[in-house]
């Protein structure tokens, strides 16, 4: 992700995908600001609130950054979450490089899941009706290694799970990653595809993020 994402040559895909994460970090925390304020009058919405997770894939490994946001409201559970305050250590954890496999952070998310809401809940998992979409944000710059696995993956989930992603750079690459994504909605209505072409502005894209997940 070192090249340049447009075609000036103004800032690398590296950089703009750091600051593509670090507005969708804010718009998560803002709605977990939100569940909470929901949850104190009452409401129910922070209750079933999970929140959202990183991972990064880089280098040939697989590491989770830290949770975005719980929901929870408390301190220490939250002490290392990945947010506004914390992101720029936190991204220097990051190893970047190497190829584009999607089904490690994907197996880490679903576990995830299932530990909050579904078999690995402690109490036993929770009413279909009361588990909530898992949306899964991808930020990328080439095809998936792994783009088959992935859409079978996705048709075993019965309408739970959103993808988006975010296809970043310009160009051959750009247009092959688009088209593969794209594949791979025509076999999921539940998967979108943002395409930067060329664009460096994050807060636009962030903006597209946030508001497949809201």
Do not use: C
Not at 151 to 162: D, H, N, P, R, T
């Amino acid at each position: 992700m070192d090249d340049d994402a447009d075609r000036a040559g103004t800032i690398t895909k590296k950089l703009l995908a750091i600051r593509l994460l670090r507005g969708i970090v804010a718009g998560t925390a803002d709605v977990d600001a939100q569940a909470s304020d929901e949850h104190g009058q009452g409401g129910t919405f922070a209750t079933w609130f999970g929140g959202a997770r990183a991972g990064a894939i880089g280098k040939g490994h697989m590491r989770e950054v830290y949770p975005l946001a719980r929901g929870d409201n408390d301190p220490e559970d939250n002490a290392g979450d990945l947010n506004p305050n914390n992101f720029d250590l936190m991204m220097r954890t990051v190893r970047w490089g190497g190829n584009t496999y999607i089904m490690p952070s994907v197996r880490l998310q679903m576990q995830h899941y299932n530990d909050e809401f579904g078999s690995g809940r402690e109490d036993g998992p929770l009413d279909t009706e009361y588990q909530p979409i898992l949306g899964l944000v991808t930020i990328t710059d080439g095809e998936l290694g792994d783009g088959d696995q992935f859409a079978e993956w996705l048709e075993q989930q019965s309408g739970k799970v959103y993808a988006t992603t975010v296809v970043l750079g310009f160009g051959h690459e750009h247009d092959r990653a688009v088209k593969q994504w794209k594949q791979i909605a025509l076999r999921n209505p539940h998967v979108f595809v943002i395409e930067a072409d060329g664009s460096t502005d994050a807060n636009d894209l962030a903006a597209q993020v946030l508001a497949r997940l809201r």
